[in-house]
Each structure stands twice: as structure tokens, then as C-alpha cells.
């Protein structure tokens, strides 16, 4: 089946994103330093084993009027310095609770902001702490999220040097018009080079990032920057919807008064990238996620093995519990969450006064955990079996149905227009459905009000 217009229009209601179960408008302040330290020496005897790590550095040379993200502008050198210090603080403090000898580090994660527009000696610095304070996995995915406008190929050196060996970079446009409205620099070397040289240095998931719905852009225009995002063979591309929220991000008002596309030309734009980018081959993964077939995420989503934290999507190998580190960063163990303060002056004032930053979080009962294993199946890899659930928290098929308040009546719109399929074991998504997995997955979460508004739109 083809996706079309009516289809999107017809699915697109608000609703939770599901990178984590409960969504973190759940998240409270009740949840204390004391509980993380509680989550952080549980989280040893908690599956999974393995231990993923998050380094946010929430500083960027220039502010993007699109902005949606926790980033501060123009930070001199001796703040990004006290950063840096605090975020080692956090490390030694929270791998003291770990058990570090067992568990293997499978993931490093470092995002923003912009992480590759500090020094790379701070990058190295933190880096070398982690190699003293954990075991690094042979085959430990170690990625960083990089502006094209302040990489240099020294930088990839370095980088490889360190240990990285996957890299997503910003795109959004090609177009220079484009780039320079949103106030954004163009890449300093042909993104191609880039993408080569990266191969060469034994990068490999290497990710192009861009955004629709920005103005100046049309369906057409578009068009031509995926082709050439195609031509440059990156191993992921994702597409992601702009997010126009001005009265959350005031500096969008700039875009406003630009003109933006019209919603039925972001429809066609989000509809050209699927059918564009499925011809050029590359595996759609959710709504704007595309995987070349013989990169790991693909292969993963073809042996239902992915999995989603907030760093977006990852093989159920590599990830394991996410510890996270900086300002905002949220840690995501089996059985809590919990985020360190937004601003960066308030977290590096927490870890140098209390040597932690917890500002909210959530613990998990167990029926939460079923939900959300629950929401996860549906999310990463479009199937419900209500037997492995059950198998995997020893109870009954029924008892995991009654939990998810499972109604096969409020799935039969879906099951008409062949969205999903429903046997005894449980529920298949079709292709098709995948696209809209968010509304499925809404279906299964008892906390969920009707009607509820305050999410984003699930398209
Ligand atoms: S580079 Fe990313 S984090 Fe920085 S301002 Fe632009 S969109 Fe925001």
C-alpha cells in the first residue's frame, strides 16, 4: 500500500514521541539524589548487563532559529573549562557506585549543542577518563553529533584516535539560502569528503541529518537535497519534521515572518523523502529514520533487534542501561529515570557543591516496565507478542493484556485499513503501519488521557 496524504492526515493526532515510557512530562521533582544513587547500585543487578554512556555539551558558536534543543551561545573558554571539570566530577562520582569490573561499557554517546565545536583536548580529556573508570567493549559503538561548519579532517583524526567510530552530521539543507535564513553556517569541506575521509578512518553508521518544513524550502528543492544526500552514501539519513513551537522557542518567530511551508507542502515533502529514499534503496525505519540495508540499524529492524533510548534509534546489543553526564542529559536505567538540571551554570554549581545534579526523575513500577516493553516492541520493531512479554516478567498472557488495558475493539481501524494484523499471539505491523507506530503504541498506554493535547503532532 502506498502512502498518501489522506493517509497522514487521517493519523495525525497528538501524541507522546515514546523515546521513553513514561514520557518526560511524567518526570517530578520528588525524584532526589538520593534515589538516583538507589537507581545507580540497583541498576547493577538489572538487565541489561551492559552500560551506555551520555556526554552532553550544550554549547553552540551560533543559535539556528529553528532551535529546539538545550544549548547555550558564546560561552568563554574558562566556563566550557568549569564544564568539562564538572562533567569528570559526575563521572568519578557515579562509576563509584558501578559495578564496573562486571559491566562493559557497549555505547558512548556524545551530543548537544554542538560537541565537535569545543577543543578537541576536552573531548580527549573526558575520554581518557572514561577508558580509566570503565571497560571499554571491543565492539563498543562510540559516537559523536557534529556541525560540518566547524569540522576539520585534523578533527577526525582525532576523533578516531580517541575511539569513535560513528559520527551523525547536521546537514538540514544543502541549500545555502536555506542555511543562511535559519542563521546556520554551511559545512566547511564537501559533506562528500567528509563522509569518504570518515570511511577511510573506520567510521562506519555514519548519519546525515536534515530537516524539512524550513523556509525557502520547497517540495522540489527538497527533492534535489536528497538526491544529493543519496549520491554522498551515507550509511543512515533521517529526516526530521521542523518543529514550530514559538511560544516555547521564541527565536522561531523568525522563521514565521520569513513564511514557512504550508502543512500540505510538509506532507509532501515528508512523502517524497519516504518514496525517494525507499527507491534509493535505504531501509525506512519509523516515519523519518532510513538505513542503508547492510548498515547495523537496518539489520536490526529486519530481526525485530532495535531498540530506541533519547540518542534515537540502536541495536538491542549495543545499548544498554544509559548513564548520562552534562547539563539536562537523562540517565535511563531498567528500573528509574532521571535528568540532571538544563542550565549549565545550575548543574556545574550542583556537582560542585553536592557532587550530583539530579533536577527530576521517575521510578518505574513493574507494571510501568511492562508498558513500556510493551510501547518498545510496538515502536522499534512493529510486532506485539503477548507470550515473550509474558515470558520475560513471568506471568500470564491475560495478566500482561490486563495491564495494558488490551481492547482488540480499539485496534479495528487499524486492522480495516491493514495497518496492523491480530492473532492469538498478539499484533503484526504492517510496513504501512510502521510509519504511524506512535499512534499504535498510544493504544497500549493505560496513562494516557483522551484527548490529550499537550504531545506533538505523531507525523
Ligand atoms: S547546532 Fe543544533 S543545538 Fe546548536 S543551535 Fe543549531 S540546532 Fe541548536
Known amino acids: 500500500m502506498k502512502i498518501t496524504s489522506e493517509f497522514l492526515d487521517k493519523h495525525n493526532v497528538s501524541g ?17 539524589t538520593s534515589n538516583y544513587i538507589e537507581q545507580l547500585k540497583t541498576s547493577n543487578n538489572q538487565l541489561p548487563q551492559s552500560i551506555s554512556l551520555y556526554i552532553h555539551i550544550p554549547f553552540c558558536p551560533q543559535r539556528c532559529h529553528f532551535c529546539g534543543c538545550n544549548t547555550e551561545i558564546g560561552q568563554k573558554k574558562s566556563f566550557i573549562e ?41 573531548i ?31 578533527h577526525i583524526d582525532q576523533l578516531a584516535e580517541m575511539g569513535f567510530n560513528r559520527m551523525s552530521l547536521g546537514i538540514q539543507d544543502f541549500r545555502s539560502d536555506v542555511l543562511a535564513v535559519v542563521n546556520r553556517q554551511a559545512p566547511k569541506h564537501p559533506v562528500k569528503e567528509v563522509v569518504d575521509y570518515l570511511r577511510t578512518k573506520g567510521f562506519s553508521g555514519i548519519n546525515l541529518d536534515f530537516i524539512y518544513g524550513l523556509p525557502l524550502q520547497t517540495v ?28 516555547v522557542k521564541e527565536e522561531q518567530l523568525k522563521l514565521e515572518k520569513i513564511g514557512l511551508p504550508t502543512p500540505k507542502e510538509k506532507m509532501d515533502m515528508l512523502i517524497n523523502n519516504i518514496e525517494q529514499l525507499q527507491e534509493a534503496g535505504y531501509t525506512s525505519i519509523g516515519i523519518d529514520h532510513f538505513a542503508h540495508p547492510d548498515d547495523q540499524l537496518a539489520i536490526a529492524y529486519k ?45 556545574m554549581e550542583a556537582i560542585e557543591n553536592t557532587g550530583f545534579a539530579i533536577e527530576r526523575g521517575f521510578e518505574l513500577n513493574i507494571k510501568q516496565q511492562i508498558v513500556r516493553s510493551v510501547i518498545n516492541s510496538i515502536m522499534c520493531n512493529g510486532v506485539l507478542y503477548f507470550n515473550e512479554i509474558a515470558a520475560q516478567f513471568q506471568l500470564t498472557t ?3 493484556k490486563d495491564i495494558v488495558n488490551y481492547d482488540s475493539e480499539k485496534l479495528i481501524d487499524f486492522e480495516k485499513d491493514a495497518i496492523i494484523s491480530i492473532n492469538e499471539n498478539g499484533i503484526l505491523i504492517s510496513e504501512l503501519g510502521h510509519k504511524i507506530a506512535r499512534n499504535i503504541a498510544m ?16 507525523i
Not at 507522546?16 to 532526589?32: I, K
Not at 580529556?125 to 553529533?145: G, H, Q, S, T
Open 303 to 347: 530481526n525485530k533487534k532495535l531498540h530506541r533510548n533519547f540518542q534515537g534509534y540502536c541495536t538491542l546489543e549495543t545499548t544498554g542501561q544509559v548513564y548520562g553526564f552534562g547539563a539536562s542529559s537523562i540517565s535511563q536505567l531498567w528500573g528509574a529515570y532521571a535528568q540532571n538540571h538544563k542550565s549549565s551554570l545550575k548543574y
Open 220 to 247: 522540489d528543492s527538497l527533492k534535489e537535497t536528497i538526491a544529493k544526500a543519496i549520491e554522498i552514501k551515507p550509511d543512515r539519513i533521517v529526516t526530521f519534521s521542523y518543529a514550530h513551537v514559538p511560544w
Open 16 to 32: 507522546p514521541r515514546y523515546t521513553s515510557y513514561p514520557p518526560a512530562n511524567f518526570f517530578h521533582t520528588n525524584f532526589t
Open 443 to 458: 493504544v497500549f498506554d493505560p496513562d494516557l488521557k483522551q484527548g490529550e493535547s499537550i504531545y506533538s503532532k505523531t
Open 398 to 400: 491475560n495478566e500482561i
Open 82 to 122: 568549569r564544564y568539562i571539570d564538572a562533567i569528570k566530577q559526575e563521572i568519578i562520582n557515579v562509576s563509584a557506585f558501578l559495578d564496573v569490573e562486571n559491566r562493559k561499557v557497549t555505547q558512548i554517546h556524545w551530543g548537544g549543542g554542538t560537541p565537535n565545536a569545543i577543543a578537541m583536548k576536552y
Open 124 to 154: 580527549a580529556d573526558i575520554m581518557n577518563l572514561i577508558k580509566e573508570k570503565f571497560i571499554i567493549d571491543k565492539n563498543a559503538e562510540v559516537a559523536i553529533e557534529c556541525s560540518p561548519a566547524y569540522l576539520e579532517f585534523t
